[in-house]
């Protein structure tokens, strides 16, 4: 038996959903069940829509994050003069 199957079958089922304005990822949960977490995953994509996040992708994995909100910093783009 691999030791990460076992270990992976007892984290919670959580909500992961990722949007690039703002650049952020959130995590909602914990839900006991997959089909518990996936019908509570639009009205999370809504309330974040509602205010104002755009480009969103909803996932529901079994993990368990440290950090339910995780804000990215912009990439900076540099410029060089040759």
């Known amino acids: 038996m691999n030791l990460f199957e076992s270990n992976q079958s007892e984290f919670a089922w ?3 959903i990722n949007t690039i304005v703002p650049r952020c ?6 839900f006991d069940s997959e089909k518990e977490a996936q ?7 809504e309330d974040l829509y509602q ?15 440290d950090v339910l909100t995780i ?6 783009v540099q ?3 040759f």
């Open 14 to 16: 959580w909500v992961e």
């Open 25 to 30: 990822t959130y995590y909602f949960g914990p």
């Open 39 to 45: 019908l509570s995953r639009s009205g999370y994509v």
């Open 51 to 65: 205010e104002e996040a755009r480009d969103i992708i909803a996932l529901v994995k079994q993990c368990q994050p």
């Open 71 to 76: 804000f990215q910093q912009e990439a900076q």
């Open 79 to 81: 410029t060089f003069s």
